[in-house]
């Protein structure tokens, strides 16, 4: 079947812009998580969703960063006012919670 | 905290030699202990599980809770295992956020 699908694949944004990226899971799939990748770096944790309920976003690092799940299924994860430092591979992942992720494509952000 | 630590950014084996990659962490708990696998131009994916006990494409990795450690081997590299690998830790209890590390990037040369 399907993967997780992220889009945009790519985005350039200027400084200062909101940015919205879409993560669709696999269906069925109950447990959606975010996480920021910076060049060289693993991945960091961001958020994640059990359903529709924000079960933990210690990740975010700021209240420009905001994430929604609202019908349990696909999410969308918002950076307003979009700074430099914000640049960065976003990757989605889903799991049916047996504690395997399976993750997108990713979608790289850079913020001119 | 949660801490995963990889200390070696770049691995070079030949194929055919033995290839181990070495991976640190620490946690309070009961951590479960993942490897996961970014091939060239593919999105990253689960290698392998310590509580599945697998060996996976004839990798290994043992969790050592003595030394903290999960280190992935395997006894004859080949050519298709050049990827990137990433050690990763969650909590265990719920299936909550991964910690990964830095990653290492192996090379198997011909």
């Known amino acids: 079947g399907a993967g997780v699908s992220q889009s945009p694949r790519y985005k350039v944004t200027k400084r200062g812009q909101d940015v919205a990226l879409r993560c669709d899971p696999i269906?069925?799939?109950?447990?959606l998580y975010w996480y920021r990748q910076a060049l060289g770096q693993g991945p960091e944790f961001l958020t994640y969703?059990?359903?529709?309920?924000?079960?933990?976003k210690s990740g975010l690092p700021n209240d420009r960063f905001s994430a929604e799940r609202p019908e349990g299924s696909i999410s969308t994860l918002t950076i307003q006012r979009t700074e430099q430092r914000d640049s960065a591979m976003y990757r989605c992942?889903?799991?049916?919670?047996?504690?395997?992720?399976?993750f997108g494509p990713g979608t790289r952000l850079t913020v001119t | 905290a949660q801490r995963v630590t990889q200390p070696e950014k770049l691995l070079s084996v030949f194929k055919g030699a033995p290839v181990e990659l070495k991976c640190n962490y620490s946690?309070?708990?009961?951590?479960?202990l993942f490897w996961y696998v970014q091939y060239s131009r593919q999105r990253l994916q689960l290698l392998l599980r310590?509580?599945s006990r697998e060996s996976i494409k004839g990798f290994t990795a043992d969790l050592n809770k003595g030394e903290t450690s999960f280190h992935l081997k395997k006894p004859f590299a080949q050519e298709e295992d050049s990827a990137m690998y990433y050690c990763?830790?969650?909590?265990?209890?719920?299936?909550?956020?991964?910690?990964f590390g830095q990653g290492t990037i192996l090379t198997v040369h011909p």
């Open positions: 992942a889903s799991s049916p919670n047996t504690g395997e992720q399976y």
């Open positions: 269906s069925g799939h109950v447990s």
């Open positions: 969703f059990n359903y529709e309920a924000q079960q933990d």
């Open positions: 946690y309070s708990g009961s951590p479960e």
């Open positions: 310590h509580i």
């Open positions: 990763a830790l969650s909590s265990g209890t719920s299936y909550g956020k991964l910690t």
